[in-house]
């Protein structure tokens, strides 16, 4: 019967709203599958398919009823099928408002969804969502926009994660793997969606080799023997020797003020707001912490941030830091210091005091660790003054390899 029909709509008597559209083209006759329903006071027509008695070329009279089906049951749920289906081209953009996404597609959608979850969630509660907003940017929103995120299935995630893997970023698909299940539970939690479609059971770029970089006592002296060769920039070679004298993260000397460093006590303040975890502590000074200190408020120029931004008003991204270190890499390489990253120097801090025999859980303690068990719990002594002989221990150790 479908074969014969004569150009024009036709309706199936059989399912509502399903059509046959017959059109007579210079190259032949097309047969299309439509399924036509109401959708907020506005009727709409979308597309199921081309009609054949061939599955392989087409959709047959059965299917394109199956189909019809199934999308007459999302609209009866509230789902518009028009953003049940993944679009054929997908442009990225950057994350817009809630409020504007709300109105133009609804509040289902993965686009309000993404934007409800950055603004109510990741910026609260994350002290750089940045990487995260544009993890979101870049791997989500462009395959997912204008979807209603309650049609997301289990397969499409991991079609997704795939893509990323494939193009050679597996750290990236792990990364948005584990977005992705803070989003949809946010989602679950908000009622935007009833379940979440990231039902993984494998990190989708395999398990991460964690990095083992520490700088060897003959990288150390060839740096220390001249920083500012190394580096060419002044305050980079101080920034560089402070990180690598106290152990401490990039992030929280970047949001450092000269009120948290107090010169005559020597001690550095660390808040509970720029620390990992939230936990805070008092950092003891070496002497040669405070040369460096000095040379930095040098720079700073009356700015109240110990790395103040160009615009002396903001702290300096940690991140420039990072972009810092790897323009210097050709000149390390040069120098015989191979590629490393300023939470290597981190971990040579600690590797070293352990060499010198200092004990864990003051080391520990030096680079704010929380300490594992019951002894976390229970043991809240700062260990001050072991900090202290600990760092001395180290920057001793340093000045004789610059020696």
């Known amino acids: 019967m479908v074969p014969t029909l004569p150009p024009g709509d036709h309706t199936d008597p059989a399912m509502k709203g399903l059509q046959l559209r017959v059109r007579t083209k210079s190259g032949g006759t097309s047969r299309t599958w439509l399924l036509r329903y109401r959708w907020r006071d506005e009727w709409v027509r979308i597309v199921l398919g081309q009609a054949h008695t061939d599955p392989a070329r087409g959709m047959s009279l059965a299917d394109a009823r199956e189909r019809a089906l199934e999308l007459r049951k999302a609209i009866d749920e509230g789902i518009d099928p028009r953003r049940a289906r993944p679009k054929r081209r997908q442009m990225p953009a950057p994350l817009p408002g809630s409020a504007a996404i709300a109105t133009k597609g609804g509040r289902h959608t993965v686009d309000y969804l993404v934007s409800e979850f950055v603004e109510r969630y990741l910026r609260p509660h994350r002290k750089d969502p940045g990487y995260a907003e544009a993890l979101l940017a870049k791997n989500v929103l462009p395959e997912w926009r204008g979807r209603d995120a309650r049609t997301i299935s289990p397969p499409e995630v991991i079609e997704l994660l795939d893509k990323i893997t494939d193009r050679g970023s597996p750290v990236s698909a792990n990364r948005t793997a584990a977005l992705l299940g803070q989003l949809f539970k946010f989602g679950i939690h908000r009622r935007i969606v009833v379940t979440t479609p990231v039902q993984l059971l494998f990190l989708p770029g395999g398990k991460e080799k964690p990095r083992e970089r520490v700088l060897t006592d003959v990288e150390l002296k060839t740096f220390l023997k001249d920083p500012k060769d190394a580096t060419r920039f002044d305050r980079l ?51 040669w912490a405070i040369e460096e200190l000095c040379s930095l408020k040098a720079e700073a120029e009356g700015s109240a941030w110990v790395l103040p931004a160009k615009d002396q008003r903001q702290a300096l991204d940690p991140k420039q830091l990072t972009r810092g270190v790897a323009k210097c890499q050709q000149r390390f390489n040069k120098r015989g210091i191979e590629a490393f990253t300023l939470h290597d120097l981190r971990r040579t801090c600690r590797t070293g005091l352990a060499r010198l025999g200092v004990e864990t859980h003051v080391a520990e303690r030096v680079l704010n660790h929380v300490q594992p068990g019951i002894v976390g ?27």
């Open 377 to 403: 719990v229970y043991d809240r002594f700062e260990y001050f003054e072991q900090k202290r002989a600990a760092l001395e221990k180290w920057a001793a150790h340093l000045n004789s390899l610059r020696a």
């Open 237 to 287: 070679a101080h920034i560089i020797t402070l990180l690598l004298l106290t152990g401490q993260r990039r992030g929280e000397l970047a949001l450092t003020r000269w009120s948290d460093i107090d010169f005559k006590a020597k001690t550095w303040t660390i808040p509970d707001a720029n620390a990992k975890g939230g936990r805070g502590h008092v950092l003891p000074l070496c002497d």
